[in-house]
């Protein structure tokens, strides 16, 4: 399957702004859509965005709606998960997933990365 790594996470001031990458190899890409997931101790997996990664459709999640946006570098193997804005409540560990069809649950993801933790201090 497609192998995944994150990069880009951080400690940031509450209102400043990170953005993620995930490095794409192997696989075919065309097919996959590229979703993004936040993860804290004692709480359950939760969808932040996901986008296709040939029509580059994107879907949000309601907590993150105008203010992260994501996309993907077809040339380059890469998506983005752009976070402005960030408030403390957005602290967790970011992953990114692929898999064949969009949907809001990590389940239904069959490649995943590493992760990369974002801290947003208030």
């Known amino acids: 399957q497609v192998q995944l790594v994150e990069s880009g996470g951080g400690l940031v001031q509450a209102g400043g702004s990170l953005r993620l990458s995930c490095a794409a190899s192997?696989?075919?890409?065309?097919?996959?859509?590229m979703g993004w997931f936040r993860q804290t101790p004692g709480k359950e997996r939760e969808f932040v965005a996901t986008?296709?990664?040939?029509?580059?459709?994107?879907d949000y999640a309601d907590s993150v709606k105008g203010r992260f946006t994501i996309s993907r570098d077809n040339a380059k193997y890469t998506g983005y998960l752009q976070m402005n804005s960030l408030k403390p409540e957005d602290t967790a560990v970011y992953y990114c997933?692929?898999?064949?069809?969009?949907?809001?649950?990590?389940?239904?993801?069959?490649?995943w990365g590493q992760g990369t933790q974002v801290t947003v201090s208030s």
């Open positions: 192997g696989g075919t890409l065309s097919r996959y859509v």
């Open positions: 986008i296709t990664w040939s029509g580059g459709i994107p």
């Open positions: 997933a692929a898999g064949p069809s969009f949907s809001v649950l990590g389940s239904s993801y069959d490649s």
